[in-house]
C-alpha cells in the first residue's frame, strides 16, 4: 500500500489549467443534509486553514445551490450519524483567479471518498458507523473501486482498528493530519464527500433515547455480503464452507454436529464476567458442546472472525466485541449479559443487528438481577462509570437506584455506573433463561425457506355486476396471475380484494384462494364499488395493488 501520492500519473500543467479553467464543479444527491452524497471535480484543501475550497469560475458547477442556506447547518453530514453538529462538511469559496496568489497545488489523482469515523476507538462503531457505510458507498459509486483513497477527515489517530479501514481498498487510507505533508493547498481530481446512510440500523440518543432506527432499510443479506466481502480480503474461509467443499455429504453431518462449538467473548479490562470458568462449564455440561473464550485483548481480530464464523452460539457482556456477530453463521445463537441496573430492552443495537430480516440469527438476552452478585467502581474515572465526582446525594440517589431512567446520550453517570459494573453470573437463572430461549429459537430450515421474491400485480383485473332484486346484487372480480408466479416455486398464493362503496371511507378486505369471486353479500344494486386486487405469497410477501377497477352494480 503506497502512502505517497504520485503526481507522475497526471499531468501536472493541465491538471492546473483545467484548475483554474473551469475552477470546481459539484453534484450531489439528496434533498437534505443528512441524505446528501456530494461528487466533486477539483475539490481543494488548504492545510493551514483546514478548509475545503471550491474554486468559482465560469465554467463551475453547485448544485445544489443553496446560497447561505449552505450553512443551515451544513452542506452534509460527513459521518453516518445523522445531523451530529460536530460532523458537517462545508467549504470555503474563491475566485478561480485567486490560484494566481496561492500556493502552487498538489494534485491528488485518485478517486477519493471523504468521510469522518464517528468512532474509531470502539469496535461497534467502526463496524456501524465507518466500515459498512463506505463499503456501500463505495458500491454506489462504481469510480470508488478497489483503488479509491479514502481520507478521514474526523481528525483522530490511526486508532486500535487501523486495519480494518485499510480492507476497505488497496490504497492506504489517509488522515486529517497527513494531509499538511502534500502542501498547502491540495487538490482532489474526482472525489465524494460523504457516507451513505442506507446501512445503519441504530441511532445513540443525542436527541431521544438510544435505539433502533425510525426506519431500518438493510437487510441481513447486505450485512453478510459485506461480512462476506471482508472475510475474503483477510483471508478467512468460512469453517463449514470449506468443508462443504473438501469432504463428502455423507460425513459432513457427523462431523458437524461433533465440531459445533460455543464462543464466550470476554473483556479483559472493564465490564468484566467474574466467573467465567464456571460460566463456561455450565456451557459446556448444557449443551454437550466444545466451548472456546475469545478476547480483543488476546487475539488478532482475523482470528477472532474466523472463530466466530464457525460457532453455533456467542455469549458475552453487553458490549462492542458483540458487533462481530455480523460474522456468524445463519441460524446461530446470540447471548448477551447485562449487568445489574441495566434494562437490556433500551440498549438493542446487537439485537437489532441480529434481528434484522434475513441476517437469521438467534437472540437471547439476561439481565443481572442479584444486587450482591455485581461489583461496582464508585471510584473510578467518570467516563469508566466513577460517581466519586458527584454530589453525595446524588452518589446516594443512583446507589439506591435499581433500574437506570431512559437518559441520553453519551455522558449520563448513572448509567455509565451501572454499565460498567463487573458481574457474577448466576448460573442457575442464566441456563433458565437459555433453555427458555431457546424454545423459540426457529429451524433454520424454516427459517431459510420463505422466498424474499414479492408477487407482481394481477394481471387483466375485471369485473362484471348484475342487480338481482331491487334490493340483491351480485359483483364478480376475477383476475390473471402476476407475470412473474410462472417461474417461483412458492408454498401458498392467496388474493386480497379490497372492496369499498364509493364515496364511503371504510372498505371490506377479503383473502381468496382462487382466481375469481362472485360477491353477493353486501352488494346494493345501483351502486358503484371501487375494487383493489392484490396477490400475497406464503401470508406476508404482499404484492401491489392493480389499478383501482370501478364497478357499478
Ligand atoms: N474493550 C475490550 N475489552 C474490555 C473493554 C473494552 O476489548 O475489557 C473494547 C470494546 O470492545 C470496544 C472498546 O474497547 O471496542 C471500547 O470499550 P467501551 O467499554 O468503551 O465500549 P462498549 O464496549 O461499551 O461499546
Redesign the pocket.
Known amino acids: 500500500q503506497s502512502q505517497e501520492i504520485s503526481q507522475a500519473r497526471i499531468d501536472y500543467h493541465v491538471a492546473l489549467q483545467a484548475l483554474q479553467d473551469h475552477g470546481t464543479r459539484m453534484v450531489c444527491t439528496g434533498k437534505m443534509h443528512t441524505d446528501r452524497i456530494c461528487r466533486f471535480d477539483y475539490l481543494c484543501y488548504c492545510s493551514e486553514a483546514e478548509e475545503f475550497v471550491f474554486f468559482h469560475s465560469n465554467s463551475s458547477v453547485m448544485l445544489p445551490n443553496l446560497g447561505s442556506r449552505r450553512f443551515q447547518p451544513a452542506l452534509l453530514d460527513l459521518s453516518s450519524v445523522e445531523d451530529h453538529n460536530t460532523q458537517y462538511f462545508n467549504f470555503l469559496e474563491l475566485p478561480a483567479a485567486a490560484l494566481k496568489f496561492m500556493p502552487k497545488p498538489v494534485f491528488v489523482p485518485d478517486v477519493t471518498l471523504i468521510l469522518n469515523r464517528f468512532n474509531p476507538?470502539?469496535?461497534?462503531h467502526v463496524f456501524h458507523d465507518d466500515l459498512l457505510p463506505a463499503f456501500y458507498t463505495m458500491k454506489q459509486y462504481t469510480d470508488l473501486d478497489d483503488e479509491a483513497r479514502l481520507v478521514f477527515m474526523e481528525g483522530w489517530g490511526e486508532g486500535p482498528h487501523f486495519d480494518l479501514y485499510r480492507l476497505l481498498s488497496t490504497k492506504q487510507p489517509l488522515l486529517k493530519e497527513q494531509l499538511r505533508n502534500f502542501g498547502k493547498l491540495m487538490c482532489f481530481t474526482k472525489s465524494y464527500v460523504g457516507l451513505s446512510k442506507m446501512t445503519t440500523w441504530y441511532q445513540y440518543g443525542f436527541v431521544q433515547p438510544q435505539g433502533p432506527k425510525a426506519n431500518i432499510l438493510v437487510s441481513g443479506n447486505e450485512i453478510r455480503q459485506f461480512a462476506r466481502a471482508l472475510m475474503e480480503k483477510m483471508n478467512i474461509t468460512r469453517v463449514e464452507e470449506a468443508e462443504r467443499d473438501g469432504g463428502s455429504v455423507v460425513d459432513e453431518k457427523q462431523r458437524d454436529k461433533k465440531d459445533e462449538y460455543i464462543v464466550v467473548f470476554s473483556?479483559?479490562?472493564?465490564?468484566?464476567i467474574l466467573n467465567e470458568a464456571e460460566l463456561i462449564m455450565a456451557l459446556a455440561q448444557e449443551f454437550q458442546m466444545r466451548v472456546v473464550t475469545v478476547?480483543?485483548?488476546e487475539q488478532s481480530f482475523p482470528s477472532i472472525v474466523q472463530v466466530i464464523s464457525g460457532a453455533s452460539m456467542v455469549v458475552s457482556m453487553?458490549?462492542?466485541?458483540l458487533i462481530t456477530s455480523l460474522f456468524l453463521p445463519r441460524g446461530a445463537v446470540v447471548v448477551e449479559l447485562f449487568p445489574f441496573a441495566v434494562n437490556p430492552e433500551q440498549y438493542t443495537p446487537y439485537k437489532t443487528l441480529t434481528s434484522l430480516p434475513g441476517m437469521d440469527l438467534h437472540y437471547i438476552s439476561w439481565r443481572n438481577t442479584k444486587e450482591e452478585n455485581t461489583i461496582t467502581h464508585p471510584d473510578r474515572p467518570w467516563e469508566q462509570g466513577g460517581i466519586a465526582h458527584l454530589e453525595k446525594e446524588e452518589q446516594q440517589r443512583i446507589l439506591a437506584s435499581k433500574d437506570v431512567p431512559r437518559h441520553l446520550c453519551c455522558r449520563n453517570p448513572e448509567w455509565l455506573f451501572r454499565?460498567?459494573q463487573d458481574t457474577l453470573v448466576d448460573i442457575p437463572s442464566f441456563l433458565e433463561v437459555l433453555k427458555e430461549g431457546m424454545k423459540t429459537k426457529p429451524s433454520l430450515k424454516k427459517a431459510k425457506l420463505p422466498t424474499t421474491v414479492h408477487p407482481g400485480r394481477v394481471r387483466e383485473p375485471q369485473c362484471q355486476t348484475s342487480v338481482q332484486t331491487t334490493n340483491e346484487a351480485k359483483l364478480t372480480v376475477s383476475w390473471q396471475i402476476p407475470w412473474n408466479l410462472k417461474y417461483l416455486k412458492v408454498r401458498e398464493v392467496k388474493y386480497e380484494v379490497w372492496i369499498q362503496e364509493q364515496g364511503e371511507n371504510t372498505y371490506m378486505p377479503y383473502i381468496l384462494p382462487q382466481q375469481n369471486y362472485t360477491f353477493s353479500e353486501n352488494i346494493k344494486p345501483f351502486t358503484t364499488y371501487l375494487v383493489w386486487v392484490r396477490c400475497i405469497f406464503n401470508k406476508n410477501l404482499l404484492g401491489p395493488f392493480a389499478d383501482v377497477l370501478m364497478c357499478r352494480t
Open positions: 476507538d470502539n469496535l461497534m473483556r479483559s479490562t472493564t465490564r468484566l478476547s480483543l485483548e453487553h458490549g462492542a466485541q454499565i460498567y
